[in-house]
């Protein structure tokens, strides 16, 4: 024996370490982008700058993570446009476009942290920078009815930063 647990406990494993890192594993992710743009996994390699062997091993759980912040990038980019008439069209001139230009971007993956707060507690500060940001993306009507939201389902917190970005908002 190798001393290497058996494949059902190595994929279990990595799969817990893809959802932690991910919020879900690459072979569901990789699977809905192949599905939707229908291509192959060397298209999408070549479409977000991996190679199709380290697609694979992504997948089969031979590999964790993508370390390239830009490829990663691209993934975000294709899961984005999902929604996008260009792609649930089903016209495959229509999805070459948007493969064509996720292949071509260079984006830069951002992140923002957030406190979170034990249950009754406020936010820390960073939900005044969250809302400064919200206040800039969304209208005070808009910022409203979603804090309304929000707290009719029993997120207070949340509800408590839109309302924040409400009050900052200039419409």
């Known amino acids: ?13 990595v799969n817990a370490q893809q959802l932690q890192m991910y919020g879900e ?23 977000i700058g991996l190679s199709a062997p380290m697609i694979s091993q ?4 031979q590999r964790v993570k993508i370390s390239n912040p830009a490829v990663y990038g691209r993934v975000v980019r ?17 999805s070459a476009a948007v493969l064509d230009e996720v292949a071509a971007s260079h984006p830069a993956l951002t992140t923002m942290t957030v406190n979170q707060a ?3 507690q ?10 400064t940001r919200l206040s ?4 005070r009507e808009q910022l ?3 804090a309304e939201a929000a707290a009719a389902t029993g997120a207070a917190d949340l509800a408590e930063v839109l309302d924040r970005a409400a009050d900052l908002s200039d419409g």
């Not at 024996?1 to 494993?13: D, I, L």
């Not at 992504?58 to 759980?61: A, D, F, K």
């Not at 800039?136 to 209208?139: D, H």
């Open 118 to 120: 034990s249950p009754g």
């Open 78 to 94: 294709l899961e984005e446009r999902l929604t996008d008439p260009a792609v649930t069209s089903g016209d495959p001139r229509q």
């Open 25 to 47: 594993n690459w072979a569901d992710r990789f699977g809905r982008l192949l599905r939707a743009y229908q291509i192959s996994q060397s298209r999408l390699a070549a479409v």
């Open 144 to 146: 409203r009815t979603t």
């Open 136 to 139: 800039a993306v969304a209208n």
């Open 58 to 61: 992504l997948i089969s759980g």
């Open 1 to 13: 024996m190798s001393g290497q647990p058996p494949p059902n406990v190595h994929q279990q494993s």
């Open 122 to 131: 406020r936010p820390a500060s960073n939900g005044d920078s969250l809302a």
